[in-house]
């Protein structure tokens, strides 16, 4: 078996690309992925013996404890037998809904262990969204605890309900399993059951920033283009302290802050309290963190509490990530300024896991507002309307070219058409630019891009323009109807405390764009709002505001 927390010794991104092999990464699974492949073993077993830490868990009112991959692996086991009795055979999905606790972690990997499909819920959901994704599973179990359990009165034709609770409490429903005592009747002792690389272990849905959720299914062979990621644009090392602050109800969190980090035998830290500025210094500090990984609202949230919140965590952190949105450059000048630490942005989907990357494990070029290069095992390219690749210079449809991306692993959505996934490239509803270094600048989501008196104006560059502005924290920008230009640009613009919306400021804004972009790419109309509309992810929903524009 080889060892996957061994460093790839390669150095810069073209030898990194040129030296990529589909054979190495596979071998993440196992020593030969046909004799079959069990993620809770990629992910927990292959590591225990060496009672090395595999989570570091810390609960909102300051308690912590940590798991080895000793102890998981045992109580995977046990949970494992709780499925099976259930009635949960291998390819049958079981839906969790918990918090960033050890239970979660528990049910993850027990999961895995039976052979069966791992469904996240994100504990921000509704009663609605909750049955919509329940349903669709078709999923045999459901895991939640005694805080969102309420949330399922109401929902018809739900499976079997496990749930989290003391262990001399009952469960709040009499009909419903209690977690903790089902585990203390189980053996430690429950085989892996082997599935075939092809088959699944999870089943995601979209973050919904252009529409409805759609599900679809990840097969177990996606766990290398996980841990490559984790190698190459999160630069993961066995010496370092790692947070991925992001939620496993979403793709990032699971992708990267469960399967990658565990399946390279590393230690991944869950923090069951809310986001705040505050909590995130504190256990930077008390962690000794040194390799973050988040989403660009959360840094946002630390540049608005300003440069004395973080002095005493300057030059504690060795590498940033940043994924789910754009990664605006006033953001990475603000990181090196106040932080010394380098933040890059990483750009994917939950259909690809991340594709393309500023990678802090390869030596390459930064272009300042990219996205950055493909991650190897995949080529990113930019197409035109008539699916030709474009050369730099251009903007057009970002996709990947499926002949030569060795690690691209989504088949499509289930029970529905997709129509981004071709014979040749897989199109992924994103608008991006070819740089003449190779990089790849992201211009917006196809929806999103403006079209005004005949240019194309991609959302991005506004909004990296007016987060320049000291006034500003957030904003999102949009086409507005116009018949005279087609669409006009409008910039929703959230501002900093004590900062008052007035219509000077506006014309200021306006003047700031107009005079660091382009003419004819500044907002012509500004709102000041409280908040922007955005997923439970943090994802901003500009199509919800285009559409107030259009009712209005």
């Keep these: 078996m080889n060892n996957v927390s ?56 300051g308690q912590s404890k ?22 949960v055979q291998p390819g049958d999905r079981v839906a969790g809904l918990l918090p960033r606790t050890p239970e979660l972690l528990i049910t993850i990997l027990g999961t895995w262990r039976a052979g069966a499909v791992y469904q996240p819920l994100f504990t921000a959901f509704g009663s609605k969204a909750i049955e919509y994704r329940v349903h669709a599973s078709k ?13 399922l009165d109401g929902i018809e034709n739900l499976p079997c309900i496990v749930t989290v609770a003391a262990e001399d409490t009952a469960p709040l429903i009499a009909s419903d399993l209690n977690f903790w005592s089902e585990l203390q009747r189980c053996s430690p002792l429950f085989e ?43 630069d993961l090392q066995p010496s370092d302290v790692f947070w991925n602050i992001a939620d496993p109800g979403w793709a990032y969190g699971l992708y990267y802050a469960v399967i990658g980090p565990l399946a390279m035998g590393h230690s991944t830290m869950f923090y069951d309290g809310a986001f705040s500025v505050d909590q995130l210094i504190r256990l930077i500090q008390k962690h000794k963190i040194t390799n973050l990984a988040g989403s660009p609202t959360a840094f946002r949230m630390l540049i608005a509490a300003g440069p004395e919140s973080v002095e005493c965590i300057k030059g504690s952190l060795r590498v940033v990530s940043s994924a789910g949105e754009p990664l605006n450059p006033e953001v990475i000048r603000w990181f090196a300024k106040h932080l010394a630490v380098t933040i890059s942005d990483h750009y994917g989907q939950t259909e690809l896991g991340m594709v393309l990357c500023n ?64 014979a040749s490239y897989y199109l992924s509803g994103d ?34 323009a007016l987060l320049e502005h000291p006034a500003v924290v957030e904003v999102a920008v949009i086409g507005k109807p116009d018949p005279e230009r087609t669409e006009i640009v409008k910039a929703f613009v959230v501002l900093r ?38 997923t439970p992810s943090g994802k901003i929903q500009r199509f919800l505001l285009r559409n107030m524009e259009k009712a209005k």
């Design 6 to 61: 061994t460093r790839p010794q390669l150095e810069t991104y073209e030898k990194a690309y040129a030296d990529f092999d589909l054979g190495a990464a596979l071998s993440v699974l196992s020593k030969d992925p046909a004799l079959g492949v069990n993620a809770c073993f990629e992910c927990c077993d292959r590591h225990a013996g060496s009672h090395r830490i595999a989570l570091i868990w810390e609960g909102q009112s």
């Design 66 to 87: 940590t798991y080895t991959f000793d102890q998981l692996k045992d109580l995977s086991a046990q949970f494992a037998q709780v499925l099976v009795a259930c009635g």
């Design 139 to 151: 999923a045999k179990v459901l895991v939640t605890d005694s805080i969102n359990r309420s949330k």
């Design 192 to 234: 892996p059951v082997l599935r075939h690389a092809d088959d699944a272990f999870l089943m995601m849905f979209t973050s919904g920033t252009t529409g409805p959720a759609k599900p679809l299914s990840v097969p177990l062979k996606a766990v290398a283009s996980f841990v490559g990621y984790m190698n190459f644009a999160v």
């Design 359 to 422: 990678h802090h494990g390869l030596s390459h070029p930064v272009h300042m507002g990219s996205a950055g290069f493909a991650t190897p095992g995949y080529r990113v390219v930019i197409l035109d309307d008539e699916g030709a690749e474009l050369p730099s210079g251009k903007s057009g449809a970002l996709a990947l070219d499926l002949a030569r991306s060795a690690l691209f692993w989504f088949t499509g959505y289930e029970g529905m058409a997709t129509p981004s996934l071709g």
């Design 431 to 464: 608008m991006a630019e070819l740089n003449p270094d190779g990089s790849i600048s992201f211009v917006g989501r196809a929806d999103d891009v403006i079209t005004s008196s005949g240019y194309r104006i991609g959302p991005f560059d506004v909004e990296s």
């Design 497 to 534: 405390a004590q900062v008052l919306p007035t219509a000077e400021l506006s014309e200021e804004l306006r003047i700031y764009v107009k005079t660091r972009l382009s003419a004819h790419a500044y907002p012509r109309e500004i709102e000041f709002v409280k908040d922007l509309p955005k």
